[in-house]
């Protein structure tokens, strides 16, 4: 079946720093995925949807120079966190095709 | 403007009991699709059904079962005889039958299996 594979799984980066999660389709081709945000115990919050060759399309209210997304290619999105603060920390999680098909998410902690 | 409920927080219940997680849904759309997700605890999201609005058959997979009743704008989720590793967050989701579809989820239902 399709995999979405997302990387890296867990990350802790210092404040200031910026942090990149890449998102790769691995058996098919998607030229739209899905950026969500999950702040714990809560439901997920579509971030922007990416759009292979074209700018991403955020939701009201995610700072667009703060999450930089990016989709090269048919089978790669990534979402930078620039300038992490302590309230990015979160789940971070991708998915393509419907969205039937999620990666493995990522979990931030910025300190 | 697209809403799921999940009205059940937390549901727990003793290994081998039979559990329905409820969803109700409110849309516009004519055509659009409704999803279940576990996520377990270690994060990932487990996709376990999707369903188009125009099929209304109920489903069964196993222990799972579904029942799709568009009358009730209601896609519940039942799991027989439970077991301790159904543990988990589970999420009912909507999306539009539409290219620019955006998936709304509820808040999830946590359910807890004890042995």
Sequence with gaps: ?????????????????????????????????????????????????????????????????????????????????????PEDSSFYICSARDPSVFGQGTRLTVV | AQKVTQAQTEISVVEKEDVTLDCVYETRDTTYYLFWYKQPPSGELVFLIRRNSFDEQN??????????????????????????????????????????????FGDGTTLTVKP
Aim: contains cysteine; glycine residues 4%.
């Design chain 1, 1 to 85: 079946g399709a995999v979405v594979s997302q990387h890296p799984s867990r990350v802790i980066c210092k404040s200031g720093t910026s942090v990149k999660i890449e998102c790769r389709s691995l058996d098919f081709q998607a030229t739209t995925m899905f950026w969500y945000r999950q702040f714990p115990k809560k439901s997920l919050m579509l971030m922007a949807t990416s759009n292979e060759g074209s700018k991403a399309t955020y939701e009201q209210g995610v700072e667009k120079d703060k999450f930089l997304i990016n989709h090269a290619s048919l089978t790669l999105s990534t979402l930078t966190v620039t300038s992490a603060h």
């Design chain 2, 59 to 104: 489903e069964i997979s196993g222990r799972y079962s579904w029942n799709f009743q568009k009358s009730t704008s209601s896609f519940n989720f039942t799991i027989t005889a439970s077991q301790v590793v159904d543990s988990a967050v589970y999420f009912c989701a909507l999306r539009p039958n539409t290219n620019a579809g955006k998936s709304t």
